[in-house]
């Protein structure tokens, strides 16, 4: 049995570069911060009404990807990253950011904001706040990224303002973006001009494409409530902006709508999104209109995507608790699927599939993904440089696998 083989036959009996590079997602950890390992520093004041943590984690992945010009055959150790967290409160305001030391010596932040609590309910957050919109934190439960995130749906980051308020029942979130995060020290891909991505995208595919976001809005509205055993949310969200083009000076416009839903009963956890989104570029005349350049800060080269289309979601995943297991107090089996269908006539839709395993031993936390995609930029290299747009690669519509052992130490 092929190594591949073996690896899926062991993801699924626990379920029920090139472009392989991605940032995989910092999860949400039940520690208290005057609980988190060495070297975390916790400081806080006599009467509660200042504190400053610094924390952070220190992760490697170990990988292996079935492609014939992946640079992960055989399977190998590479580092993934270094992060920062940096979180201080005094009386009603607050900072927090978290800074990315990645690999191949790139960096990122994934948010840098001051905020300002009105009250128990509401706040002001200002500076690089996360772009409220579907699926929160992450649209998928493993340490693979899955399509929303490439498409810019996922811990996305722009300069702007964010107000919220959260009571019980409610979640609502308003943004205003003037402007995206810079391409240097984006977390998470968005559309960007070639000047920009030069550094990481190629010169005779992406060399006219001159858009970026400007002036976006976002809206998120959640309701929580219970129904028998089952603890549920569901949501909408809306984001639209101006797509300036550079090279025309003329404004085109971008537009997405979303549905979400959170059902959690027991050990379960069955998380749900469906996204519509269009760009209507304004290019100079022989630059087509049914694409778009994305990119992010070189851990992934710049792709084109198709201008419009629709993304769909499901992810179910089931926690076990494991007190036998020593250190490792608990799992979660989970499989994450997405899917794109593309406006274009004769573009073949994008699908990925990960079934996975998660190991909660705090400080150290375990992925261990097992991928499949099919016309999805990051899987296949160079095969499959057009998976997100016309499939007209020599490795178009055929599946690609990657297995990725994620271990980490959060502090």
Do not use: C
């Amino acid at each position: 049995m092929s190594r591949p083989t073996l690896l899926a036959a062991l993801a699924l009996a626990y379920t029920p570069l090139l472009f392989a590079t991605e940032p995989g997602p910092a999860p949400t950890i039940s520690q208290g911060m005057k609980d988190k390992p060495f070297p975390h520093i916790s400081w806080r004041s006599e009467d509660g009404d200042a504190s400053l943590d610094i924390g952070g984690a220190l992760r490697a992945n170990y990988r292996y990807e079935d492609w014939d010009s992946s640079i992960n055959r055989p399977a190998r150790w590479l580092f993934d990253t270094f992060r920062l967290d940096v979180q201080g409160r005094y009386e009603r305001f607050s900072v927090d950011a978290g800074y990315w030391f990645q690999d191949r010596n790139k960096r990122a932040v994934d948010r840098a904001y001051l905020g300002y609590r009105f009250d128990e309910r509401s706040d002001l957050q200002v500076g690089a706040p996360a772009r409220p919109f579907g699926l929160l934190p992450y649209p998928q439960f493993g340490w693979s990224y899955h399509i929303p995130f490439f498409l810019g749906f996922g811990v996305n980051t722009g300069t702007g303002l964010k107000y919220g308020y959260k009571d019980s029942d409610w979640d609502f979130q308003a943004a205003y973006y003037p402007r995206m995060l810079p391409s240097s020290i984006r977390y998470a891909p968005e559309v960007g001009r070639y000047a920009d991505l030069k550094d990481n995208a190629i010169p005779a595919l992406h060399g006219r494409q001159d858009n970026e976001k400007r002036d976006q809005v976002n809206l998120r509205l959640a309701r929580s409530f219970q129904a028998g055993d089952w603890h549920n949310e569901l949501g909408a969200s809306l984001a639209a902006s101006r797509l300036y083009n550079a090279t025309t000076d003329n404004n085109g416009s971008f537009w997405a709508a979303g549905a979400h839903g959170v059902f959690k009963n027991g050990p379960w956890t069955i998380s749900t999104q469906a996204i519509r989104y269009e760009y209507d570029p304004k290019n100079p005349s022989g630059v087509s209109d049914d694409a778009v350049l994305m990119g992010g800060n070189g851990l992934t080269p710049a792709f084109l995507i198709a201008a419009k289309g629709s993304i769909g979601g499901l992810n179910v995943g089931y926690d076990v608790a494991t007190p036998w297991l020593g250190p490792v107090k608990k799992v979660k089996l989970y499989n994450d699927y997405s899917r794109l269908w593309k406006d274009k006539r004769g573009w073949d839709d994008s699908q990925m599939y990960t079934a996975g395993i998660q190991f909660f031993a705090l400080p150290v936390m375990v992925w261990l993904d097992f991928t499949w995609a099919r016309n999805a930029n990051p899987w296949g290299g160079a095969e499959n440089g057009t998976g997100w747009t016309s499939t007209t690669s020599s490795g178009s519509n055929d599946w690609y696998f990657r297995t990725n052992l994620n271990i980490g130490y959060y502090f």
